[in-house]
Structures are given as structure tokens and as C-alpha cells.
């Protein structure tokens, strides 16, 4: 059988130290490789709201424009509405005028 042969190694404040020291520089390396990709993150997100802002501001516009349209289809259909129903009060008029005066005329 062989003897396996130990070799113990000191290892030395300095030594342990130094591991440290590399294990945290790994670290803030992935904590760096991070932040970056969280500000890529923030900002495709601050892209697509002000994208999202502009598409609210665009809707918004439409419903104005169509508002206005209403209105105008509104008024059309009063000023329609106004000339019939003026139309037939005069009809109506005329007619009650012409009855009243057969009515006196039959009276007499």
C-alpha cells in the first residue's frame, strides 16, 4: 500500500483576505451586469409609456373630433325639426283660419 503523502498548506490572513476580495468582485460584477439590464428594462418601459401616453392623446382628439360632428349632426336635425314642425303650425293655421271662415259663412 501506498503512503498518500500530506501536504498541509498555511493558509495565511493575507491568503483568506485575498479570496474574499475576489469572491466580492464577482459579485459587483453580476450586480453591475444587473443594474444595466434593470435601466434597459426601465427604459423600453419609459418608451412604451410615453408611446401608450401618445396613443391616449390620439384617442382622445378622435372622441373630440367626432363629438364636434355630433353636435353639428344635432343642430342640423333641430334646424330640420324646426322647419317642419313651423311648417305644419302655419298648415294649421291657415286650415283653422279657412274652417272659421266657412263656419261663418254657413252661420250667416
Do not use: Y
Request: charged residues 45%; hydrophobic residues 35%; without cysteine.
Amino acid at each position: 500500500m501506498k503512503k498518500e503523502v500530506e501536504t498541509k498548506t498555511k493558509t495565511t490572513l493575507d491568503d483568506l483576505a485575498g479570496m474574499m476580495s475576489k469572491g466580492f468582485s464577482g459579485v459587483n460584477k453580476k450586480f453591475g451586469e444587473v443594474n444595466k439590464k434593470f435601466d434597459e428594462v426601465n427604459k423600453k418601459i419609459d418608451e412604451a409609456r410615453e408611446e401608450t401616453n401618445e396613443l391616449a392623446r390620439m384617442v382622445a382628439k378622435g372622441f373630440s373630433a367626432v363629438d364636434n360632428r355630433f353636435e353639428q349632426v344635432d343642430k342640423r336635425f333641430d334646424n330640420i325639426e324646426n322647419k317642419i314642425f313651423m311648417n305644419h303650425e302655419n298648415r294649421f293655421d291657415r286650415l283653422e283660419d279657412k274652417i272659421r271662415v266657412l263656419e261663418t259663412s254657413r252661420a250667416r
